[in-house]
């Protein structure tokens, strides 16, 4: 077919899983299905794999993206699919070509390609993509949007006009199997008082008012006190720094330059030229950092990013989530990333790992004052005050061995019964040595390491604070982080790659 060389990218097993299921999807009569997948685990490299399939099955395909720059990062991916798009946007196409790649507002203005059976949307989350959708849907013509944070809200309007989504990996199982970096958080003290600001629809849904964010944040002693974080928890680091406003994030670079770090800023107006300038000047060192005002908040790749600056405070989840999965990307040498908050946001709306459960189904409102998703348990380093994993055992951030509390079984009646039997577990197949209902299972009391780790993550599974919560999920490397064997057999169990293991024998060493 015109247009194909056949070319085939191997993928991974998540992405695998999900091309199936969304074929299964709309096997089944779901015309219009997103794929959700965090940033940087290769939704582009899915979306392309899959318009290869239709083509190659004579079914015409048209990604749609946001703005140009997206539009051109399609194009580059998809040629290295060995695709031949054409590109509609101020152009006329010529012929009915298998493939078309067009932005958003230029769908408003030209005649829809008549020929298009199938639809993909970069980054469906935002609002901007209703009259797409309601024009596929209107056409009943298959569509896909994918996306790493497709929310709900009435300015998007997924929940009415799709019918499915598909998740890959949880964003803690992209970590621990290497895909994804580790993210630590510091907290700027003296972050402002966000709560008497007003808000307004933003194409990521509600949002605090820009106009008033930069008021709290053009103070000297904000810009200073950023300046002063960034200088003891990450000098040095190629750090993206994510402002309110185009003046905010020139004003942010001058600072950094006026303190002798080299900084530039980018915006909407800076040619492609420009911004391929600074992305290869930042990656050869000779800025460190790169300022900005929503030019880089999706569609960016650049995996050296080793520190992510939110120099502003965002209400929107899904917004702060695309700012700080910048710095997840993986890179030769890179051991996690870290984020600098200068706008208390770590507070409202968790870290990275702290997913929301993805669903068409709208999130509920939040009463004043209530705070965001539920945070996953983190411990501050006691050297640089970080925000780390709780399992980290090396600060990630300052390269400080933390101290490690010695264990000690708090003093209480128990009835001594056989490992797991408290819960329901069985014998198991080690020694019948007594063990309290109230305590993790100890090795000592078994002879097979694989009964040992599955009475462990049974522990873990039934076990429940006196609220009712569960235990955290990576409690149980905790616990068994001294014994590499126990490790091992962990993550054979829970189906996880060489790659992790190698990750958590490095953590330990």
Not at 128 to 146: C, P, Q, S
Not at 243 to 249: A, D, P, Q, T
Request: hydrophobic content about 35%.
């Amino acid at each position: 077919m015109e247009g194909v060389s056949g070319i085939k990218y191997a993928l991974r097993p998540y992405q695998l899983k999900a091309k199936d299921e969304i074929r299964e999807a709309m096997r089944n009569g779901a015309r219009r299905v997103i794929l959700r997948s965090e940033v940087g685990t290769g939704k582009t490299v899915c979306f392309s794999d899959l318009a290869l399939s239709l083509i190659e099955n004579k079914n015409p395909v048209m990604v749609v993206c946001n703005r140009k720059t997206l539009v051109g990062q399609a194009v580059e991916k998809l040629r290295g699919f060995g695709l031949d798009p054409a590109i509609l946007m101020q152009n006329q196409l010529r012929g009915e070509p298998v493939l078309v790649v067009a932005s958003a507002d230029t769908l408003r203005f030209r005649a829809w390609p008549e020929w298009i059976r199938f639809v993909i949307i970069d980054e469906c989350h935002l609002a901007n993509f209703g009259y797409v959708l309601e024009e596929a849907k209107k056409r009943n013509l298959w569509t896909l949007g994918v996306s790493a944070t497709p929310i709900p809200n009435k300015s998007n309007r997924l929940h009415e006009l799709y019918q499915k989504m598909i998740c890959t990996k949880r964003t803690e199982e992209h970590m621990l199997d290497g895909e994804l970096e580790f993210d630590s958080y510091y907290v700027a003290k003296d972050a402002p008082d966000v709560s008497k600001l007003g808000m307004v629809k933003t194409s990521y849904g509600s949002d605090f008012k820009d106009k008033e964010v930069f008021a709290l944040f053009n103070k000297p002693k904000m810009y200073d006190n950023m300046i002063e974080n960034w200088l003891r928890m990450a000098k040095g680091k190629r750090t993206v720094c994510f402002c309110v406003s185009v003046e905010h994030s020139k004003k942010t670079a001058e600072n950094f330059r006026a303190h002798g770090i080299s900084a530039v800023h980018l915006d909407g107006s800076s040619s492609d030229a420009e911004r391929k300038e600074a992305q290869l000047l930042f990656e050869k060192g000779v800025y460190h950092v790169l300022c900005n005002c929503a030019i880089f908040t999706f569609g960016w790749d650049c995996p050296s990013i080793e520190c992510v600056i939110v120099n502003r405070a965002t209400g929107s989840y899904e917004l702060w989530r695309q700012m700080v999965g910048r710095g997840a990307r993986p890179s030769e040498g890179k051991k996690g990333f870290l984020v600098i908050d200068q706008g208390g946001n770590y507070k409202r709306h968790g870290a990275l790992m702290d997913e929301v459960v993805w669903s068409l189904a709208p999130p509920k409102k939040r009463k004043k004052g209530e705070e965001g998703v539920g945070v996953a348990p983190r411990k501050n380093c006691p050297h640089c005050e970080a925000l780390i994993p709780v399992q980290s055992v090396d600060c990630p951030v300052c390269g400080e061995k933390l101290p490690v509390k010695e264990k000690t079984l708090v003093k209480a009646e128990f009835e001594l019964v056989s490992p797991g039997a408290g819960l329901g577990l069985g014998s198991g197949s080690g020694k019948e040595t007594g063990q309290s209902r109230g305590a993790w299972p100890e090795k000592a009391a078994y002879s097979n390491v694989e009964q040992f780790v599955r009475d462990c993550i049974r522990y873990q599974e039934n076990y429940r604070t006196k609220d009712g919560k569960p235990m955290h999920r990576n409690a149980i490397l905790y616990h068994i982080k001294g014994d590499m064997e126990a490790v091992r057999v962990y993550g054979k169990i829970k189906g996880y790659n060489e790659g992790w293991t190698k990750f958590q024998k490095a953590l330990h060493e």
